[in-house]
């Protein structure tokens, strides 16, 4: 029982990280354009030498 003294905010603190860095990727525009990755993959234009 000890140790749900140190799992508890342990686990609690690495929710926050992650929920901080969900925000910070959404403040930062990292889910702006979905479709562009998908479309460019499909793109010949890294073909140039022929």
């Excluded at 990280?17 to 460019?40: C, I, N, P, T, Y």
């Amino acid at each position: 029982m000890n140790v749900l003294v140190y799992l508890v905010p342990l686990a609690l603190a690495l929710g926050l990280a992650g929920l901080g860095a969900f925000v910070w990727s959404m403040k930062a525009g990292q889910f702006e354009d979905l479709e562009g990755a998908a479309h460019r993959i499909l793109d010949d234009d890294d073909i140039k030498g022929r």
